[in-house]
C-alpha cells in the first residue's frame, strides 16, 4: 500500500491552523497513524486508529477520515510543532510510512 | 519507564552481514511486537520489520525479504540480522515498541534512539 502525503511542505504562522493529508492506494480502513519527528529525535507517535491522541499529545493535534484519505489537523500552530509529519498504515503487511510533510514556521 | 536501546551498528562492507540488537526494559516486552523501522541520511522512516512478542511470526518489507531476519532470543531481547548488505541499507535503525498488547501489530508507540548502520565500500 502506497501511502502519498500533501504538501511536502507547509509554511504557516504561529496560531494558523494546519492541515496535512495522507491518501492511500487502496483502503486501510481505520488502521492509520501519524507521528510526528523533529531533527536528530526518534519518531513521536501523535495519533492511532486515524482520530484517537496519544498519551500526552496535546488536544490542538486532531486526526479525521477512514478508507483511504485522512488528515492531521493542528488547530493553533505552535513554534514547537516545526517537525516533520509521517502517516503510517498496519492494515496490511508490509506495513508501510508516507514520505513526510515538512511543518515550517513562517 | 519504557526504554529501547539499540546495538550493533558501524560501517559494513556491501555483501557483508550484520547484527542488531534491541534490548527493552520497563515493560512486559514479551507482550508485544517489535518494529525495526529505518532511515536513510536526510530521507523519510522506512517501515522494515516486524516480529511478535512470542517471536513466532515476523513481517519483512519486501526490499529487505529474504535478505533481513528477525528474532526474539528472550522477552527483552530482538535481534536483527543483515545480510547481502547493499549500499541503499545505509541508515539509522530504529526499533520500536508496538502499541497492542498480545496483537500481531498496530502502530508503534515507544521508540528507541537508533543505531546508525553504513554500508561502504
Same mark, same amino acid.
Request: aromatic residues 12%; hydrophobic residues 35%; negative net charge.
Given at each position: 500500500i502506497v501511502l502519498t502525503q500533501s504538501p511536502a511542505t507547509l509554511s504557516l504562522s504561529p496560531g494558523e491552523r494546519g492541515t496535512l493529508s495522507?491518501?492511500?492506494?487502496?483502503?486501510?480502513?481505520?488502521?492509520l497513524a501519524w507521528y510526528q519527528q523533529k531533527p536528530g529525535q526518534a519518531p513521536r507517535l501523535l495519533i492511532y486508529e486515524t482520530s484517537t491522541r496519544a498519551s500526552g499529545v496535546p488536544v490542538r493535534f486532531s486526526g479525521s477520515g477512514s478508507? #483511504?484519505?485522512? #488528515?492531521? #489537523?493542528?488547530?493553533?500552530?505552535?513554534?514547537?510543532d516545526v517537525a516533520t509529519y509521517y502517516c503510517l498504515q498496519y492494515y496490511n503487511f508490509p506495513y508501510t510510512f508516507g514520505q513526510g510533510t515538512n511543518l515550517e514556521i513562517k | 519507564e519504557v526504554e529501547l536501546v539499540e546495538s550493533g551498528g558501524g560501517i559494513f562492507q556491501p555483501g557483508g552481514s550484520l547484527r542488531l540488537s534491541c534490548a527493552a526494559s520497563? &515493560? @512486559? =516486552?514479551?507482550d508485544f511486537s517489535t518494529h525495526w523501522v529505518r532511515q @536513510?541520511?536526510?530521507?523519510?522512516?522506512?517501515?522494515? =520489520?516486524?516480529?511478535?512478542?512470542?517471536?513466532?511470526?515476523? &513481517?519483512? @518489507?519486501? =526490499?529487505?525479504k529474504g535478505r533481513f531476519t528477525t528474532i526474539r532470543d528472550s522477552a527483552n531481547s530482538v535481534h536483527l540480522y543483515m545480510n547481502s548488505l547493499r549500499t541503499e541499507d545505509s541508515g539509522l535503525y530504529f526499533c520500536a515498541k508496538d502499541r497492542t498488547r498480545y496483537g500481531t501489530g498496530s502502530s508503534a508507540d515507544f521508540w528507541g534512539r537508533g543505531t546508525l548502520v553504513t554500508v561502504s565500500s
Open positions: 495522507c491518501r492511500a492506494s487502496q483502503s486501510v480502513g481505520s488502521h478508507g #483511504t484519505d485522512f #488528515t492531521l #489537523t493542528i488547530s493553533s500552530l505552535q513554534p514547537e | 520497563g &515493560f @512486559a =516486552s514479551g @536513510a541520511p536526510g530521507q523519510g522512516l522506512e517501515w522494515v =520489520s516486524l516480529i511478535t512478542g512470542d517471536g513466532i511470526y515476523t &513481517f519483512y @518489507a519486501d =526490499s529487505v
